[in-house]
T-cell receptor, first 112, second 117 residues
Framework: DQQVKQNSPSLSVQEGRISILNCDYT??????FLWYKKYPAEGPTFLIS?????DKNEDGRFTVFLNKSAKHLSLHIVPSQPGDSAVYFC???????????FGKGNQVVVIP | KAGVTQTPRYLIKTRGQQVTLSCSPI?????VSWYQQTPGQGLQFLFE???????NKGNFPGRFSGRQFSNSRSEMNVSTLELGDSALYLC????????????????FGPGTRLLVL
């Protein structure tokens, strides 16, 4: 049962433009959400997170938006850079629980 | 601070054998979680250890087990290996102080690539 879903498995974007990645979840008990970036043959690298008490969190070029009523979050990368080419995973956990549920990932390719 | 380290990085085993993977968390982190990544199932939670005790477990058979030592280092063991156990095994550490108080970010190691022949 996939509790975290990432549709549109791949995304190509021009350098300098915005990349938008979407994530939907089904478990209403989730209250902490994270985005990770992963290069081949490496472990996931933490990018940004958001708690359910917020609807937006920003860190440099990365912004995560959370819409609790729609059970939807998105990651915006502005501007996109060639080094951003990687697989991006959305993950979620419940309050006081370290068990992360992951989406299947989105492949992002930034074209120079 | 050094990141999460995992050994070995690559491993080849045959069916029926057992394997032990090791993980050293970030210094000061007391919680260690293990995940399995396969092309078909994606990233799936195996278990979490905190203060040498397993406090959360995923939906994997009993062939998958783990332990944590007093220095927070952790090992996971897979017995009677099957072809389907071929995967990237990832370890993640976090401070462990978040339980009951909310958010806690997990930081991942590079993983151990296991191939079962």
């Amino acid at each position: 049962d996939q509790q975290v879903k990432q549709n549109s498995p791949s995304l190509s974007v021009q350098e300098g433009r915005i990349s938008i990645l979407n994530c939907d979840y089904t478990n209403s008990m989730f209250d902490y959400f994270l985005w990770y970036k992963k290069y081949p043959a490496e472990g996931p690298t933490f990018l940004i997170s958001i708690s359910s008490i917020k609807d937006k969190n920003e860190d440099g070029r990365f912004t995560v938006f959370l819409n609790k009523s729609a059970k939807h979050l998105s990651l915006h990368i502005v501007p996109s850079q060639p080094g951003d080419s990687a697989v991006y995973f959305c993950a979620a956990s419940s309050y006081g629980n370290n068990r992360l549920a992951f989406g299947k990932g989105n492949q992002v390719v930034v074209i120079p | 601070k050094a990141g999460v380290t995992q050994t070995p990085r690559y491993l080849i085993k045959t069916r029926g054998q057992q394997v032990t993977l090791s993980c050293s968390p970030i210094s000061g982190h007391r919680s260690v979680s293990w995940y399995q990544q396969t092309p078909g199932q994606g990233l799936q939670f195996l278990f979490e250890y905190f203060s040498e005790t397993q406090r959360n477990k995923g939906n994997f058979p009993g062939r998958f087990s783990g332990r944590q030592f007093s220095n927070s280092r952790s090992e996971m063991n897979v017995s009677t290996l099957e072809l389907g156990d071929s995967a990237l095994y990832l370890c993640a550490s976090s401070s462990g102080r978040g339980r009951g108080r909310g958010i806690e970010t997990q930081y991942f190691g590079p993983g151990t690539r296991l191939l079962v022949l």
